[in-house]
């Protein structure tokens, strides 16, 4: 193939030690099995009707409630992200929201007696999908790539954003 200049680019020496097999890039392995995962994930969620973010929240909100401002820092999400979640997961009836007496420019949010329930069988499916991913891991192992992943510096900080999707 030539190049802008006319001149023929010299092709990749694989035997030279230097050289690195793009399959085997860390981030050619993270990506590829990201999208496995997500993929994985999405399915075990569908008869849940909820996608990954929404499971986020509400297994989240199963440690009590929690100020909206609070919630959406713990998740690291832009307040108006947030406030669609909510909304989708109020109108379901799994979470509600109120003024906080103190303070009426807070909101309260709290997970519903049938939230708790989703939240339980969301969580349950995660483990599915990790039972699956990880099965000849040792949980040794996994304890010790969980550690490492969650040292990984990207630019996406939001643990909402399990994927893009064209919706919340």
Known sequence: MASRSGA????????????????SRLSVLLARRGSSTDARIREALTTSGVTPRHA????RLGGGQVSQRDL???????????????????????????RD???RRRHIVEITDAGAR??????AAFGRVEDELFADLTAQERETL???????????????????????
């Open 8 to 23: 023929s680019a010299a092709p990749i020496d694989t035997a030279d030690p230097a050289y690195v097999d793009p399959e």
């Open 56 to 59: 986020i929240v509400l297994m």
């Open 146 to 168: 969980g550690s490492l992943l969650a040292r990984v510096r990207t630019a996406q900080a939001d643990p909402c954003a399990v994927a893009p999707d064209a919706g919340p």
């Open 72 to 98: 959406g820092v713990r998740l690291g999400v832009d307040p108006s992200v947030l406030v669609t979640l909510l909304n989708s997961l109020e109108d379901r009836e799994l979470i509600r929201r109120r």
């Open 101 to 103: 007496p103190a303070d």
């Open 118 to 123: 989703a939240a339980a069988r969301l969580d």
